[in-house]
């Protein structure tokens, strides 16, 4: 708890005499002035802490799950890549073996022709 200015001055006038300037000015620098100048306390930090802890763990468990959303969405693409190129080979596979059989077909004819099979 924070003392206000009235107060400190009181309890410091009240020290001074006792204690001396130098060492009432000690003693007072031990408590706050304000709320933001207060000692944590082990329950404060255990508290804090422990919602730090919650905190941390939420964002955990969110990135967590956005990371398994975005590897389920790549290995939904790469085999979608997958397929299509295994589409595209078969196609060209098909082409290929079409192009090799008129090939082989028309120099069958051509020796034919020539009379190399007669």
Known sequence: MAIDAAHRA???????????????NVLMSEFPSTDADQLVTREFLRAESADLRTEMRTEIAQLRTEMRTEIAQLRTEMR?????????????????????????????ALLAAIGIFT
């Not at 979608?80 to 069958?108: F, K, P, V, W």
Request: aromatic fraction near 2%.
């Open 10 to 24: 009181s309890i410091y006038e009240k020290l001074r005499p006792l204690l001396g300037d130098e060492d009432a």
């Open 80 to 108: 979608t890549e997958i397929a299509q190129l295994r589409t595209e080979m078969a196609e060209m596979r098909s082409a290929l073996t079409l192009r090799i059989g008129s090939a082989i077909a028309a120099s069958t």
